[in-house]
């Protein structure tokens, strides 16, 4: 019993994942330490709010609408929304692009016998082990 956990903990994946959570926590920290100490404090000095919405309210019928503290929730939001995607999306998007090109597609066909799609040049089906013709490309004639 005891066996099957220490196996399932030191698979690949699991190992991954856990590092991957604990990365993502502490970029978090970063990425909302910068909002809220730059970004956010920047919004409100441009609407004249010096960075902080708590305070604003509306008062309807005696009850007290604080939407201020949704605002800042909201700006902090799309800000690290905006931070995450053109610091980190979009460079490991263009980095994977240049440095990872995608392989050419092999032309593909239907296997005759269970219909799976299989390379037009395999020999025999992955899925049905069937025996299968190679597809022979035509020369082109000039």
Do not use: W
Not at 63 to 91: K, S
């Amino acid at each position: 019993m005891l066996k099957g956990f220490r196996d399932f903990m030191m698979r690949g994946n699991v190992v991954d994942m856990a590092v991957g959570v604990v990365i993502g926590a502490a970029f978090t920290a970063v990425v909302t330490g910068f909002v809220t100490a730059f970004l956010t404090p920047l919004v409100g000095v441009v609407v004249g709010a010096a960075g902080d919405f708590a305070s604003y309210s509306a008062h309807i019928g005696g009850v007290t609408f604080p939407y201020g503290q949704f605002l800042n929730v909201l700006i902090a939001f799309v800000l690290t929304a905006a931070v995450l995607y053109f610091c980190v999306v979009l460079p490991v998007t263009k980095a994977t692009a240049r440095y990872m090109p995608k392989k050419p597609k092999t032309p593909k066909r239907p296997c005759p016998e269970c219909l799976t799609e299989i390379p037009e040049a395999a020999r025999r089906c992955a899925a049905c082990t069937a025996v299968v013709q190679p597809v022979v490309p035509v020369p082109a004639q000039y």
